[in-house]
Nanobody, 123 residues
């Protein structure tokens, strides 16, 4: 069982930056692939970025070059550094974990989810 707790959301002006953190419980964090999803009102949940246990990463085209996912296994934490934020990035951001090997880009592949953190971007 893994529990995930996100933090770091908030209100930022367009062009600004935020760093989201996701703290995980459990002693096997390093074995899990982690991801950040987001969901805006009226829209489907979409994958933003993912990172495997080995450190391979994936980014949605809409955030490439602006967002960076990273993990610190010693701290059981995954991060999402978000730069050059746009109003279109506004959403509830969710941290997710899966024990499946490799890179999973579908939400159904993820077994554990955090409660979400709101990101609001003003224009």
């Amino acid at each position: 069982q893994v529990q995930l707790v996100e933090s770091g959301g908030g209100l930022v002006q367009a062009g600004g930056s935020l760093r989201l953190s996701c703290a995980a419980s459990g002693r096997t964090f390093s074995r899990y692939a982690m991801a950040w999803f987001r969901q805006a009102p009226g829209k489907e949940c979409e994958l933003v970025a993912a990172i495997t246990s080995g450190g391979n990463t994936y980014y949605a085209d809409s955030v490439k070059g602006r967002f960076t996912i990273s993990r610190d296994n010693a701290k059981n934490t995954v991060y999402l550094q978000m730069n050059s934020l746009k109003p279109g990035d506004a959403a509830v951001y969710y941290c997710a974990a899966t024990s499946k090997l490799g890179l999973s880009i579908k939400s159904a592949s993820y077994d554990y989810w955090g409660q979400g953190t709101q990101v609001t971007v003003s224009s």
